[in-house]
C-alpha cells in the first residue's frame, strides 16, 4: 500500500502566547522561515518575535514537529476618538507538502472569534498587509466588509477603513507608510520570499476582478510593495456567515459547484498556497 500524501497526514494546531512558545519551537519555526526567506537571520526573527502577542503552531500529529505556523499581535489604537481593537497577522508559513490544509485558517477564525467575544462592544478589525494577490483574495473569499474594495463599502464604510486602516500603518510601520499611495514600502534590505511572488497574468485579471483591483492599488507589487488592508469582524458578518458557510460547504463538497473565480486559470498553485510575509518592526 502506498503512504498517503504528506497533506493528508494529521496535524495538530494550536494557539500559543508568545510566553508559552518553547526554545524547541522557536528552534522549528526558525529552520522553517529560513528555508522560505532571504535577507534573514536569528537575531531578526527572535526580535520581531518577542513583539508578537502569540502564534499559531501547526503540528504533525505523528511526531509533533512544527509544519507551519502563524504569528499574531494583538492591540487597540485610537481612531476619531473611538477605541479600535484589532489582530495584526505577521509571519504565515506552511511547509509546501502540507498546501491545502485547513487546520491553520480553521484555528485562526476560532481566534477571531474568541477575540471578538472578549470585548464584544468594541469595533474588531483584522489587519494584514499583502505583497501578492494571494492574501488579498484570502480577504475578499473569506470576508464580507474589508478595505480596499473593488466597488468600495456602503454607508461611508470605505472612507472610515481607510482612515483606521491609515491609522494601524502609522502606529506599526511609520516609517514606510506612504499615506497618499496608501502602500508600504520597506526598501530593497526587507526580508523577502525566496524566488517570485505570483504573477499577475491578464487572464487572470479577466477571470477576477479582485486581481485587477489588486494590481490597480499596487502597481509596484513586483518590487515588493505591500498593501495594507483591514477586514472588520462585525456582527453583520458573523451573522451573514451563519447562512453562507454551511452554504458554500455544502457546493464545495456535496454539489461540487463552488470555486472562487480565477482559481481555474492560475497556473500555478491554489491561492491558498503560499505564504506571506508582514513585520511589525
Same mark, same amino acid.
Request: glycine share 6%; net charge positive.
Given at each position: ?15 500559543? %502566547? =508568545? ?28 526580535? $520581531? ?26 492591540? $487597540?489604537?485610537?481612531? $476619531? ?5 484589532? =489582530? ?111 504573477? =499577475? ?17 499596487? %502597481? ?7 498593501? %495594507?488592508?483591514?477586514?472588520?469582524? $462585525? ?14 460547504? =455544502? ?31
Amino acid at each position: 500500500m502506498s503512504k498517503p500524501a504528506a497533506h493528508k497526514e494529521k496535524v495538530s494546531t494550536f494557539f500559543r %502566547p =508568545i510566553s508559552a512558545v518553547t526554545v524547541s519551537h522557536i528552534k522549528q519555526m526558525y529552520d522553517l522561515y529560513a528555508s522560505f526567506y532571504e535577507n534573514t537571520s536569528l537575531d531578526v526573527f527572535l526580535s $520581531d518575535l518577542s513583539k508578537k502577542s502569540g502564534v499559531i503552531l501547526v503540528t504533525r500529529k505523528a511526531d509533533d514537529r512544527i509544519v507551519g505556523f502563524s504569528t499574531q499581535t494583538f492591540f $487597540d489604537i485610537q481612531v $476619531d476618538g473611538q477605541r479600535v481593537r484589532g =489582530i495584526f497577522s505577521g509571519d504565515t508559513i506552511v511547509e509546501p507538502a502540507y498546501w491545502g490544509n485547513n487546520a491553520l485558517a480553521n484555528t485562526f477564525y476560532r481566534r477571531l472569534i474568541i477575540e471578538r467575544i472578549k470585548r464584544p462592544f468594541t469595533p474588531f478589525y483584522w489587519f494584514l498587509i499583502s505583497k501578492g494577490y494571494k492574501t488579498y483574495l484570502l480577504m475578499t473569499n473569506n470576508f464580507y466588509n474589508y478595505y480596499p474594495k473593488v466597488d468600495g463599502n456602503r454607508g461611508g464604510r470605505n472612507e472610515r477603513y481607510q482612515r483606521i486602516t491609515e491609522s494601524y500603518c502609522e502606529q506599526l510601520f511609520p516609517a514606510y507608510f506612504d499615506k497618499d499611495k496608501m502602500l508600504l514600502d520597506f526598501g530593497e534590505d526587507y526580508v523577502r520570499l525566496k524566488g517570485d511572488v505570483a504573477g =499577475i497574468t491578464p487572464e487572470l485579471k479577466a477571470a477576477n476582478r479582485h486581481i485587477a483591483f489588486f494590481e490597480q492599488v499596487n %502597481p509596484s507589487w513586483r518590487r515588493g510593495t505591500e498593501v %495594507p488592508c483591514l477586514a472588520a469582524c $462585525d456582527y453583520e458578518s458573523l451573522l451573514r456567515s451563519v447562512v453562507d458557510v454551511p452554504w458554500k460547504w =455544502i457546493r464545495k463538497h456535496l454539489l461540487g459547484t463552488h470555486r472562487p473565480a480565477g482559481l481555474d486559470v492560475h497556473a500555478g498553485k491554489p491561492l491558498h498556497e503560499g505564504v506571506e510575509q508582514t513585520r511589525t518592526s
